[in-house]
């Protein structure tokens, strides 16, 4: 129906994958036509709409607003088409249009279109699934090639590589799949940089993640980028952060990039940081990413597997806050030096994040879902702490206030009484009494005593 908002499926008479897409669409729902001239034709089924047209369709700028003046609005545009590579591999991609330089196939120069990142998420994951059993790879592409000139979000689903694939009805079928099964997500959005122009480690990060992808820039474009099309980039793909392919960069260019993304008030994310995210709401991971950095700007937020199944089973009521609780910094420092491993199984064991800094060190930071999670896990982290001590040292409480009594072997002390290094220093480092020229020598007599008192709150 005219004026009716539908996500369009665009096929050109050029493009002869096009039209295997088109042609298994038709067969596959019942399609009713409802318009058609000698410019453009339309059928529709349900929220779909087919619009095709006769021009090439990286050449379709403007495309959007033609779609409203024809009275046929679009929240969603999906370009059918045949990808060509001059491997002729059997090949299925997905991706978003524009020009990160010159403008050689359609489109402006260094001009975004709006992408639109749910959508390549649904199509890529749909197509590996119906793709499992053939012989025929999936995969995103970086930013390439026009439209450019696009407001309403846009993506480009190929077949490729050559005639007898953009033919090939079974690979057809699948395309045609992918766009049916089309889900609503709500993935958090990255704009990608560096990586061949096939995005290998931005394709396993979608299929094996929650995360998506708008725009995404290849290592071999990385130099050209300025600020002006960074900034299209997060603004048109609508993005929460940036991802480096780093290993794919070189160190001035993972510095240049960083100081602009930043300066845009966006975080590169790392794989690893992506992976102990996934599962959660942006909201909380971006909140809790924002806490951290204010208290301990070079610390890293670790989320145990209890902190998320909490936030999984009680976002429908709520939504997770970032509730903080302070542990007694020496305390904690004394008890990581002596077992950091009992404290780490500990932490992980507990429904909470924690920091650790640079140096893998823990912060004195347990973060909640709310405040008495948080002041309930920093005193057990607390107990922890000192159980740890009491195993090694002679331990106190008054009023608060812990006293440590550390007995350490002295060397020295032990050289002053006629014990060299050998058998006799073993059995006193070992607690054991010797004889010298007929004098005992006690383990007390060779250790020193250190005193010293935390104060607990």
Not at 45 to 54: C, G, N, Q, T, W
Request: net charge neutral.
């Amino acid at each position: 129906m005219k004026g009716e908002t539908k996500v369009t499926i665009v096929c050109s008479t050029l493009d002869r994958a096009s039209q295997n897409i088109k042609n298994c669409l038709l067969n596959t729902r019942k399609w009713q036509p409802v318009y058609s001239d000698s410019e453009y034709s339309v059928i529709e089924y349900k929220d779909f709409r087919i619009v095709e047209i006769s021009g090439s369709l990286i050449h379709q700028d403007g495309l959007d607003k033609k779609l409203i003046a024809w009275g046929f609005p679009a929240s969603l545009i999906i370009f059918a088409s045949k990808h060509r590579s001059k491997d002729g591999r059997a090949i299925l991609t997905v991706h978003s249009t524009g020009n990160a330089n010159e403008a050689k196939f359609g489109g402006s120069p260094k001009k975004l279109a709006a992408s639109a990142p749910q959508a390549v998420r649904s199509l890529l994951r749909s197509l590996r699934t119906l793709a499992e059993n053939e012989e025929c790879e999936v995969t995103l592409e970086c930013t390439h090639h026009g439209p450019s000139d696009m407001d309403i979000p846009s993506v480009f689903i190929e077949i490729g590589s050559y005639e007898a694939q953009w033919l090939d009805e079974t690979a057809g079928r699948m395309v045609a799949n992918a766009i049916l099964l089309l889900k609503d997500e709500d993935a958090p959005v990255a704009v990608g940089f560096g990586g061949t122009h096939y995005a290998p480690r931005q394709t396993e990060l979608i299929l094996s993640t929650g995360i998506t992808f708008g725009h995404i820039f290849p290592s071999h474009v990385l130099d050209d980028l300025d600020e002006d099309l960074i900034r299209q980039a997060f603004v048109k793909s609508r993005a929460d952060f940036a991802y480096f392919d780093r290993k794919s960069m070189k160190g001035e260019q993972r510095e240049k990039l960083r100081k602009m993304v930043e300066s845009m008030r966006f975080e590169v994310l790392k794989e690893s940081d992506i992976k102990d995210m996934d599962g959660i709401p942006w909201e909380f991971c971006a909140a809790l990413r924002k806490r951290v950095k204010e208290i301990c700007p070079s610390g890293k937020p670790m989320i145990t597997s209890g902190i998320k199944c909490e936030i999984m089973s009680c976002q429908k009521c709520i939504c997770p806050k970032v509730k903080i609780a302070r542990i007694n910094p020496a305390l904690l420092s004394e008890a990581e030096k002596i077992d950091r491993n009992r404290l780490k199984e500990f932490l992980s064991d507990h429904n909470i994040a924690y920091i650790e800094y640079e140096d893998g060190r823990f912060a004195h930071v347990i973060i909640g879902l709310d405040d008495h999670c948080a002041r309930l896990a920093a005193e057990e982290v607390t107990n922890e702490c000192v159980d740890i001590l009491k195993k090694h040292y002679d331990i106190n409480m008054d009023r608060g206030t812990l006293h440590i009594t550390e007995k350490k072997f002295s060397p020295q002390l032990a050289k002053s009484l006629g014990v060299d290094e050998g058998p006799l220093y073993g059995r006193l480092v070992r607690g054991e009494s010797v004889s010298i020229n007929g004098k005992t020598i006690n383990p007390e007599m060779v250790y020193e005593i250190n005193k010293r008192a935390i104060k607990l709150n």
